[in-house]
Nanobody, 128 residues
Framework: QVQLVESGGGLAQAGGSLRLSCAAS????????WGWFRQAPGKEREFVAA????????YYSDSVPGRFTISRDSAKNTVYLQLNSLKPEDTAVYYC?????????????????????WGQGTQVTVSS
């Protein structure tokens, strides 16, 4: 099993920044891709970004062009999501997820059902 624990959420003003962290523990060997998703009240879970653990290749949703950055620290088994130029519409619970298969197409990284493990989420609230 793999345990994921998100942190770093909170309240920010529009235009501000936050950095979310996702610390992984357990059987993390073999995790191929890590993703960040978000879910606002009354909406479906939405893909934000993904990163291939070994190569560091990144993928982003078209909804956050240039504002969010995903990265990883292999030594700490931690994935980060830097949120810049925050907008009120970024308000949501942000979830970290891990995908074990090396054969998942990158075009499927945006699909929540492809991921094997999920964290409990961290709330991000952006005030105008």
């Amino acid at each position: 099993q793999v345990q994921l624990v998100e942190s770093g959420g909170g309240l920010a003003q529009a235009g501000g920044s936050l950095r979310l962290s996702c610390a992984a523990s357990g059987r993390t060997f073999g995790i191929y891709t890590w993703g960040w998703f978000r879910q606002a009240p009354g909406k479906e879970r939405e893909f934000v970004a993904a990163i291939k653990w070994s190569a560091g290749t990144t993928y982003y949703s078209d909804s956050v062009p240039g504002r969010f950055t995903i990265s990883r620290d292999s030594a700490k088994n931690t994935v980060y999501l830097q949120l810049n130029s925050l907008k009120p519409e970024d308000t949501a619970v942000y979830y970290c997820a891990a995908l074990r298969s090396a054969y998942t197409r990158s075009s499927d990284y945006s699909k929540p059902e492809r991921y094997d493990y999920w964290g409990q989420g961290t709330q991000v609230t952006v005030s105008s």
